[in-house]
């Protein structure tokens, strides 16, 4: 499982944000970040999908590297 950042443009309403309940929105001067766990590219896919459906742009889309552990 993977980690993505995906930046929005506008602040996304709690209604919209609900429909992404894996993932953390935080709110910013007009855009939105939403950063969860993503299960595979089929659930990647399925997001975006989603979020294009519902008529919002996304600017930023990027994987965050795994935290490796000291040592």
Do not use: C, W
Request: net charge negative; glycine share 8%.
């Amino acid at each position: 499982m993977s980690r993505y950042l995906i930046r929005v443009e506008g602040e996304l309403s709690p209604g919209l944000v609900s429909a992404f309940p894996q993932l953390t929105a935080d709110l910013e001067i007009l855009q939105t970040v939403l950063m969860g766990p993503v299960e595979d590219a089929s659930e990647l896919t399925g997001i975006i999908n989603h979020l294009t459906a519902l008529g919002v742009t996304i600017v930023d889309l990027v994987r965050i590297p795994d935290e490796k552990p000291p040592g």
